[in-house]
């Protein structure tokens, strides 16, 4: 599978540039605002999205039907996209705190909890939007699973300036995060490691049909 990995980061770095220059100029908007916590938190689940775009070019190369011809099952294709997407997201996710507690100490707000809990969330708002899309991309195909990707642009967008009042406990009656952010974590991750098992599941339907 690792062969696989290769193939995927090295189509990553050559095909998806402009996800790296949208990404660039989200956290410059973030940067230089005040809390844009939708633009600091979508690089994040912009590079949760690259398997999706890796995924379409396979489709346009028929690299399915040449990978049929090789050793490797359905289970090491998905993985293969999800892994490279994981690497993506954490890669993303360390920049993103770089440039937060960057500004943050430009301010004068840093303040750990708050950065903690802010690097949490938007670790969860990317695996959640990868492992909501993955499993209908794999199943139905690229075209079809983008239908899914902008409904989940506004869900994620809502659920971004929801994280905002929550990080700001703005809320009438405001949330002890301490305890609940790390469960949340925990339950991102559940999630990604249940669509990650779906995806399989679905992809080798897709084969058989």
């Not at 230089?32 to 999205?49: S, T, V």
């Not at 990317?126 to 899309?133: H, Y």
Request: proline share 3%.
């Amino acid at each position: 599978m690792r062969g696989l990995i290769l193939k995927d980061w090295y189509m990553t770095q050559k095909y998806c540039r402009s996800y790296l220059l949208i990404a660039v100029v989200f956290l410059v908007v973030a940067f230089a605002g005040e809390d844009n916590i939708f633009f600091a938190m979508y690089p994040c689940i912009l590079c949760g999205m690259i398997p999706v775009n890796l995924l379409a070019y396979d489709e346009r190369s028929r690299w399915q039907q040449y990978c049929g011809t090789l050793p490797y099952t359905e289970g090491q294709i998905v993985s293969g996209k999800y892994v490279v997407g994981l690497m993506a997201q954490v890669v993303m996710l360390l920049v993103t705190a770089v440039t937060q507690a960057l500004r943050m100490n430009l301010n004068h707000t840093f303040q750990w909890k708050y950065f903690a809990e802010f690097l949490l969330i938007a670790f969860i708002l990317s695996l959640v939007a990868s492992s909501i899309i993955l499993p209908f991309v794999f199943r139905f195909g690229v075209e079809k699973g983008r239908i899914v990707y902008f409904v989940l642009l506004g869900v994620m967008g809502g659920g971004s300036f929801i994280a905002l009042d929550v990080l700001q406990g703005n809320m009438m009656n405001p949330i002890p995060m301490n305890g609940v952010v790390p469960i949340l974590c925990l339950v991102g991750i559940g999630i990604y490691a249940l669509s990650w098992c779906l995806s399989v599941v679905l992809y080798k339907k897709r084969e058989l049909q």
